[in-house]
Structure formats: C-alpha cells, structure tokens
C-alpha cells in the first residue's frame, strides 16, 4: 500500500482493515527506493546507503520522533501530588540587586509513558527487495497505539508508509497506486475486461473473502452491461466508475470491503464534479447509497428495476 499523508494519522486501524485479518502480525515501512525520496535523511541520522540488518532510531526532531525516543508525562494514575523545590535566581531591575532563593511548588507527579524508542530496520524480504521498517506489530486493538505510532514516524520523516505482512510481503503488492492503474475500456461484460478488473481487484487486497464478495459485485453489475468509465477521484479512491448511457446513471463500485456502492445522474456526476464521500453526502448530491451487506444485491436490483420501469413510461 501507498498512501500520502499530510501530517499524521489519528488511528491505524483503518489503514488496516480492508488488508489484514485480525490478530495477523504486520510491519509498517517502505521500500529502500522510496526511503531515499525523503530529503529529511540526513536530519534524521538516517543513512543513504542500505545496510542489511542495520538499525537506527531516527534523531528526535518533531513530535512523533521526539516522543519515540524520550517519551511523554503525564499524570500519575491516581492522581498525587509532590513538593518540589526550584533555585529561583535572577538581577532586579531597579537597583541591579542579585536575588538568589529556593522557592517550593506543589505540582502533581508524573511519570513517562510511551517510551517505546522504535528503530528503522534495514531488511530484504523473499524476493530481494531492500525494505525498511518499524518492529513487527499486531493487528490487535492492544497494539493499535503503537502502530499509530510507528506509522506517525514514517509520516514524519517521509510522509508515505506501506503496510506489509509478517513474511515482509507488502499487504497490496507494490507499484499498485490506484492513480496510476489504467483501467480496461469497453463495456465491463466483455470477458477480457471482466477478468483485468478482477485481476486489478486482488493487487488492492490478499482478503480472498472480500476479493469474492468483490467479483460477486462485478458479475451482478455485469448483467446491466454497464461501460467501464474510469476511477473515483480523491475522496473515491479504489473506486471504479460504471456508466449506464441508456438509464442515464453512474454507478461508483469500491474493491474494497465494508463500504458502499454510490449511484449518481449523469448530469450531477459529470457537471457538478464529484469531489469527495463527504462533499457528495452533505450535498446530497447521490441518487442512492447501498452499503454493501447481505440486502446488497436485492436493494441494487431493485433499484434498477425502478429507473429501468421509469425510463419505460
């Protein structure tokens, strides 16, 4: 997987889900290719050459790398308080006088927490790709804190991170940026688009159920003979656009699991320019939404079977 992300990410979980089984063990890194994009190496103390084996925690210089190597306070849980005492010392103004006493504050105690110091390791996975990563993790809610925080890591220093399985194998295979797949033209019931669809399908997720439930999806679609018209922009990423000419509707299909089929006119499709889920649900600007459960089918159906009776009238 290849995201960007601007800052940081509030929670790793949902760039987990549509990848992952729960309790599967993971690694969050990139390859030694994109590593070396960062222009932060060297700020970091992260070496430009790859050494196997070779481990580094990056210099503590912004929030998620400071917070690595040195932790963070808080309150001691329950709460209790300490006297300390602080050598105040300083020249008064007025008269140049150099005042020097110890002053006694009553502050509550705190201890560090989330020390957890994590380091870049330089390995190379079964197919002698050159990988570097954050240790192995857990998709498990006990280890969802530090997988944010690994993950934060990665954001900081090069804004990009990948997910990768516990054998190192990336979680979707490389070089499989939606933004750059070019998606077959034609109709979607001509065998050879069909199957390049699927094929598409299975480098977005390793999931065989949720590749299944995919390919169900395309083969009920297929029975409308809908055209392939390209990919969701922006907030529709991994979404693929199917054009009904004749029922005067755009159909926005995801590969991924757990979200929902989008069905929008032509006219509020192509003239109002989609931008993103939330744009397209505080406008209102969809025909209908069917979220992808088991009433999925029968409500898609349904819903053909109305606009195909309309456009009969």
């Not at 932060?40 to 050494?51: A, C, H, Q, V």
């Not at 084996?53 to 690595?68: C, E, H, K, L, V």
């Not at 320019?273 to 999925?296: C, G, M, P, S, Y």
């Amino acid at each position: 997987m290849s995201q960007k992300f601007r800052k940081r990410i509030r929670k790793i979980d949902k760039h987990l889900q549509f990848y992952l089984s729960e309790n599967d063990n993971y690694y969050i890194g990139l390859l030694f290719e994109d590593y070396l994009k960062s222009p932060n190496l060297d700020k970091y103390g992260l070496p430009k050459d790859f050494f196997e084996d070779f481990n580094q925690i990056p210099n503590p210089i912004g929030s998620s790398t400071r917070a690595n190597k040195n932790g963070f306070y808080v309150r001691k849980q329950p709460e209790e308080k300490e006297t300390i005492t602080r050598q105040i010392e300083y020249f008064r103004k007025r008269d140049g006088a150099h005042i020097k006493y110890k002053r006694e504050y009553y502050v509550y105690k705190k201890i560090i927490l989330h020390q957890f110091k994590i380091q870049l390791m330089f390995v190379v996975n079964e197919h002698g790709q050159q990988i570097v990563i954050g240790e192995k993790l857990n998709y498990s809610s006990v280890d969802f804190l530090k997988g944010t925080h690994v993950a934060n890591i990665f954001c900081e220093i090069f804004n990009d991170f990948e997910i990768f399985d516990e054998n190192l194998n990336p979680a979707i295979h490389f070089n499989t940026k939606f933004d750059e797949i070019i998606l077959p033209s034609g109709k979607l019931g001509e065998l050879n688009n069909f199957e390049d669809l699927v094929q598409i399908g299975k480098r977005f997720s390793n999931n065989e159920e949720h590749n299944a439930a995919y390919q169900k999806r395309l083969q009920i679609l297929k029975e409308f003979n809908p055209d392939i018209r390209g990919k969701g922009s922006n907030g529709f990423f991994g979404y693929i656009v199917f054009g009904f000419k004749d029922l005067n509707i755009i159909i926005l299909e995801t590969m991924y699991a757990g979200n929902a089929t989008y069905i929008f006119t032509v006219e509020d499709f192509e003239q109002k320019v989609i931008k993103d889920k939330q744009t397209v649900l505080n406008e209102k600007l969809h025909l209908a939404r069917f979220f992808h459960h088991d009433n999925w089918e029968i409500n898609l159906r349904r819903f053909m079977q109305k606009v195909k009776d309309k456009k009969s009238i």
